[in-house]
Protein backbone atom coordinates (compact mmCIF):
# COMPACT_ATOMS: atom_id res chain seq x y z
CA UNK A 1 0.00 0.00 0.00
CA UNK A 2 2.99 2.54 0.92
CA UNK A 3 6.87 2.65 0.58
CA UNK A 4 9.03 4.90 2.28
CA UNK A 5 11.49 3.91 -0.29
CA UNK A 6 14.30 6.86 -0.61
CA UNK A 7 13.40 7.74 2.95
CA UNK A 8 15.62 9.18 5.60
CA UNK A 9 15.00 8.32 8.80
CA UNK A 10 17.07 8.82 12.14
CA UNK A 11 16.17 6.06 14.94
CA UNK A 12 17.43 7.10 18.45
CA UNK A 13 16.50 4.90 21.34
CA UNK A 14 18.15 1.22 20.32
CA UNK A 15 19.95 -0.33 23.05
CA UNK A 16 18.93 -3.97 21.73
CA UNK A 17 17.10 -6.20 19.06
CA UNK A 18 14.38 -6.34 21.90
CA UNK A 19 13.88 -2.52 21.92
CA UNK A 20 10.58 -0.36 20.77
CA UNK A 21 13.21 1.18 18.42
CA UNK A 22 14.81 -1.42 16.97
CA UNK A 23 11.41 -2.70 16.09
CA UNK A 24 10.60 0.88 14.47
CA UNK A 25 14.16 0.62 12.63
CA UNK A 26 13.43 -2.87 10.83
CA UNK A 27 10.16 -1.69 9.54
CA UNK A 28 11.02 1.23 8.18
CA UNK A 29 13.86 -0.49 6.06
CA UNK A 30 11.81 -2.70 5.21
CA UNK A 31 9.74 -0.04 3.59
CA UNK A 32 12.71 1.04 1.63
CA UNK A 33 13.69 4.06 4.53
CA UNK A 34 17.41 4.86 4.75
CA UNK A 35 18.55 5.05 7.98
CA UNK A 36 20.60 6.63 10.82
CA UNK A 37 21.01 4.78 13.85
CA UNK A 38 21.95 6.38 17.36
CA UNK A 39 23.88 4.58 20.46
CA UNK A 40 24.03 6.18 23.97
CA UNK A 41 27.58 5.15 24.89
CA UNK A 42 30.93 2.82 24.90
CA UNK A 43 29.24 0.35 26.36
CA UNK A 44 26.16 0.58 24.27
CA UNK A 45 28.30 0.20 21.05
CA UNK A 46 28.88 -3.27 20.86
CA UNK A 47 25.05 -4.26 21.37
CA UNK A 48 23.68 -1.90 18.76
CA UNK A 49 25.96 -1.22 16.12
CA UNK A 50 25.81 -5.15 14.93
CA UNK A 51 22.09 -4.53 14.69
CA UNK A 52 22.20 -1.08 12.39
CA UNK A 53 24.73 -2.63 10.09
CA UNK A 54 22.43 -5.40 9.67
CA UNK A 55 19.95 -2.91 8.79
CA UNK A 56 22.50 -1.32 6.49
CA UNK A 57 22.34 2.17 8.49
CA UNK A 58 24.05 4.72 6.32
CA UNK A 59 25.19 6.87 9.52
CA UNK A 60 25.41 5.39 13.22
CA UNK A 61 26.83 7.47 15.64
CA UNK A 62 26.89 7.91 19.93
CA UNK A 63 24.16 10.15 21.40
CA UNK A 64 23.67 11.08 25.07
CA UNK A 65 20.97 13.57 24.67
CA UNK A 66 22.52 15.31 28.02
CA UNK A 67 25.81 16.27 25.84
CA UNK A 68 25.08 19.02 23.60
CA UNK A 69 27.45 18.38 20.99
CA UNK A 70 26.95 15.12 20.56
CA UNK A 71 23.13 15.97 19.59
CA UNK A 72 24.25 19.22 17.27
CA UNK A 73 26.85 16.14 15.70
CA UNK A 74 24.43 13.57 14.86
CA UNK A 75 22.10 16.15 12.82
CA UNK A 76 25.35 17.89 11.02
CA UNK A 77 26.03 14.63 9.92
CA UNK A 78 22.60 14.10 8.66
CA UNK A 79 22.98 17.57 7.02
CA UNK A 80 26.12 16.46 5.47
CA UNK A 81 25.47 13.23 4.28
CA UNK A 82 22.00 13.73 3.27
CA UNK A 83 21.14 17.39 2.99
CA UNK A 84 17.33 15.93 5.02
CA UNK A 85 15.04 14.38 6.98
CA UNK A 86 12.03 12.63 6.41
CA UNK A 87 11.60 10.89 10.08
CA UNK A 88 12.56 11.57 13.49
CA UNK A 89 11.81 8.47 15.81
CA UNK A 90 12.52 9.50 19.77
CA UNK A 91 12.62 6.25 21.73
CA UNK A 92 14.27 7.40 25.02
CA UNK A 93 13.27 7.89 28.61
CA UNK A 94 15.11 7.71 31.59
CA UNK A 95 14.57 8.73 35.56
CA UNK A 96 16.39 8.36 38.50
CA UNK A 97 15.88 4.71 40.36
CA UNK A 98 15.13 6.15 43.63
CA UNK A 99 12.91 8.69 42.03
CA UNK A 100 11.17 5.84 40.01
CA UNK A 101 10.54 3.85 42.92
CA UNK A 102 9.37 6.03 45.07
CA UNK A 103 6.16 7.99 45.41
CA UNK A 104 5.65 11.36 42.69
CA UNK A 105 5.20 13.45 45.89
CA UNK A 106 8.26 12.04 47.47
CA UNK A 107 10.43 12.84 44.44
CA UNK A 108 13.30 14.86 44.22
CA UNK A 109 13.38 18.20 42.35
CA UNK A 110 17.02 17.44 40.43
CA UNK A 111 15.33 13.59 39.75
CA UNK A 112 12.43 15.37 38.32
CA UNK A 113 14.24 17.33 36.10
CA UNK A 114 16.17 14.78 34.67
CA UNK A 115 13.90 12.31 33.79
CA UNK A 116 11.47 16.00 32.41
CA UNK A 117 14.86 16.71 30.00
CA UNK A 118 15.83 13.46 29.16
CA UNK A 119 12.23 12.25 28.28
CA UNK A 120 10.74 14.99 26.86
CA UNK A 121 12.63 18.43 26.36
CA UNK A 122 15.00 16.33 24.18
CA UNK A 123 12.11 15.71 21.83
CA UNK A 124 12.04 19.10 21.56
CA UNK A 125 15.41 19.60 20.99
CA UNK A 126 15.11 17.02 18.31
CA UNK A 127 12.36 18.18 16.55
CA UNK A 128 14.23 22.16 16.70
CA UNK A 129 17.23 20.65 14.92
CA UNK A 130 15.05 18.42 12.28
CA UNK A 131 12.81 20.97 11.12
CA UNK A 132 15.27 23.14 8.80
CA UNK A 133 15.81 19.45 7.10
CA UNK A 134 12.47 18.70 6.86
CA UNK A 135 11.48 21.49 3.77
CA UNK A 136 9.50 19.01 2.31
CA UNK A 137 7.43 17.67 5.42
CA UNK A 138 8.61 14.43 7.42
CA UNK A 139 7.04 12.53 10.35
CA UNK A 140 8.67 13.12 14.23
CA UNK A 141 7.30 10.01 16.72
CA UNK A 142 8.06 9.51 20.35
CA UNK A 143 6.91 6.26 22.88
CA UNK A 144 4.52 7.62 25.37
CA UNK A 145 2.69 4.77 27.95
CA UNK A 146 -1.24 4.59 28.96
CA UNK A 147 0.04 5.57 32.20
CA UNK A 148 -0.14 8.89 31.00
CA UNK A 149 -3.44 9.97 31.39
CA UNK A 150 -4.38 6.60 34.17
CA UNK A 151 -2.73 6.20 37.24
CA UNK A 152 -0.81 2.98 36.75
CA UNK A 153 0.18 1.23 39.70
CA UNK A 154 4.35 1.33 40.05
CA UNK A 155 4.52 3.50 37.42
CA UNK A 156 5.03 6.81 39.67
CA UNK A 157 7.31 9.13 37.77
CA UNK A 158 6.94 8.59 34.58
CA UNK A 159 3.00 8.98 34.59
CA UNK A 160 3.52 12.53 35.28
CA UNK A 161 6.47 12.77 32.22
CA UNK A 162 4.96 11.02 30.35
CA UNK A 163 1.78 13.39 30.08
CA UNK A 164 4.30 16.34 29.22
CA UNK A 165 5.44 14.49 26.18
CA UNK A 166 1.98 13.95 24.97
CA UNK A 167 1.35 17.90 25.65
CA UNK A 168 4.50 18.34 24.03
CA UNK A 169 3.40 16.28 21.11
CA UNK A 170 0.24 18.04 20.33
CA UNK A 171 1.80 22.30 20.55
CA UNK A 172 4.29 20.76 17.83
CA UNK A 173 2.22 19.60 15.62
CA UNK A 174 -0.13 22.27 15.81
CA UNK A 175 2.92 24.58 15.80
CA UNK A 176 4.67 22.53 12.93
CA UNK A 177 1.47 21.69 10.40
CA UNK A 178 1.84 24.22 8.42
CA UNK A 179 5.11 23.16 7.17
CA UNK A 180 4.03 19.52 6.58
CA UNK A 181 5.47 18.30 9.77
CA UNK A 182 3.58 15.58 11.77
CA UNK A 183 4.37 14.95 15.01
CA UNK A 184 2.91 11.48 17.08
CA UNK A 185 3.21 9.46 20.01
CA UNK A 186 2.71 5.90 19.75
CA UNK A 187 1.47 4.14 22.90
CA UNK A 188 1.77 0.82 23.59
CA UNK A 189 0.80 -1.25 26.27
CA UNK A 190 3.66 -2.87 28.33
CA UNK A 191 6.08 -5.08 27.04
CA UNK A 192 9.42 -6.41 28.11
CA UNK A 193 12.41 -4.28 26.85
CA UNK A 194 15.15 -3.12 29.05
CA UNK A 195 14.08 0.32 30.12
CA UNK A 196 11.09 -1.31 31.00
CA UNK A 197 12.69 -3.38 33.39
CA UNK A 198 13.78 -0.54 35.51
CA UNK A 199 9.39 0.01 36.55
CA UNK A 200 8.56 -1.92 39.84
CA UNK A 201 6.50 -5.16 39.52
CA UNK A 202 6.68 -4.70 35.99
CA UNK A 203 6.20 -8.30 35.46
CA UNK A 204 2.95 -8.08 36.78
CA UNK A 205 1.74 -4.89 35.19
CA UNK A 206 2.49 -6.76 32.09
CA UNK A 207 0.38 -10.14 33.39
CA UNK A 208 -2.73 -8.02 34.10
CA UNK A 209 -2.20 -6.24 30.53
CA UNK A 210 -2.71 -9.16 29.08
CA UNK A 211 -5.68 -10.63 30.98
CA UNK A 212 -7.51 -7.11 30.71
CA UNK A 213 -6.76 -6.20 26.87
CA UNK A 214 -10.01 -7.57 24.30
CA UNK A 215 -7.94 -9.65 22.28
CA UNK A 216 -5.84 -11.39 25.62
CA UNK A 217 -2.08 -9.96 23.39
CA UNK A 218 0.38 -7.76 24.36
CA UNK A 219 1.89 -5.75 21.81
CA UNK A 220 4.85 -6.61 20.25
CA UNK A 221 7.95 -4.30 18.70
CA UNK A 222 6.68 -5.32 15.12
CA UNK A 223 3.28 -3.75 16.11
CA UNK A 224 4.59 -0.58 17.38
CA UNK A 225 7.35 -0.79 13.82
CA UNK A 226 3.58 -1.08 11.27
CA UNK A 227 2.52 1.64 12.99
CA UNK A 228 5.52 3.80 13.14
CA UNK A 229 6.14 2.98 9.22
CA UNK A 230 2.62 3.99 8.23
CA UNK A 231 2.55 7.31 10.21
CA UNK A 232 5.98 7.95 8.22
CA UNK A 233 4.73 7.31 4.80
CA UNK A 234 2.75 9.96 2.27
CA UNK A 235 -0.37 8.21 2.59
CA UNK A 236 -0.36 9.18 6.12
CA UNK A 237 0.09 13.28 5.39
CA UNK A 238 -2.66 14.62 6.62
CA UNK A 239 -2.33 13.17 10.62
CA UNK A 240 -1.21 14.55 13.42
CA UNK A 241 -1.00 15.38 16.97
CA UNK A 242 -2.15 11.81 17.72
CA UNK A 243 -1.18 9.25 20.41
CA UNK A 244 -1.53 5.83 18.89
CA UNK A 245 -2.56 3.26 21.27
CA UNK A 246 -0.85 -0.13 20.20
CA UNK A 247 -2.40 -2.03 22.58
CA UNK A 248 -5.10 -4.54 21.78
CA UNK A 249 -7.32 -2.23 23.62
CA UNK A 250 -5.84 -2.45 26.67
CA UNK A 251 -6.64 1.02 27.14
CA UNK A 252 -10.13 0.89 26.70
CA UNK A 253 -10.61 -1.54 29.31
CA UNK A 254 -9.88 1.11 32.53
Sequence with gaps: MFSLEGQKALVVGIANEQSIAFGIAR?????????AVTWLNDRAEPHVRPLAEDL????????????PDQLAAVFEAIADRWGRLDTLVHSIAFAPRADLHGRVVDCSSE??????DTSVHSFLR????AEPLMTAGGTCLSVSFFGSTRVV?????MGPVKAALESAVRYAAAELGEKGIRVHALSPGPLATRAASG???FDEMMAEAAERAPTHQLATIEDIGAMAAF????????LTGGIHEIDGGYSITA
Design 231 to 238: LAAPEAKN
Design 56 to 67: EAEIMMPLDVAE
Design 126 to 129: MIHL
Design 27 to 35: ALRAQGADL
Design 199 to 201: IDH
Design 111 to 116: GFALAM
Design 153 to 157: RHYNL
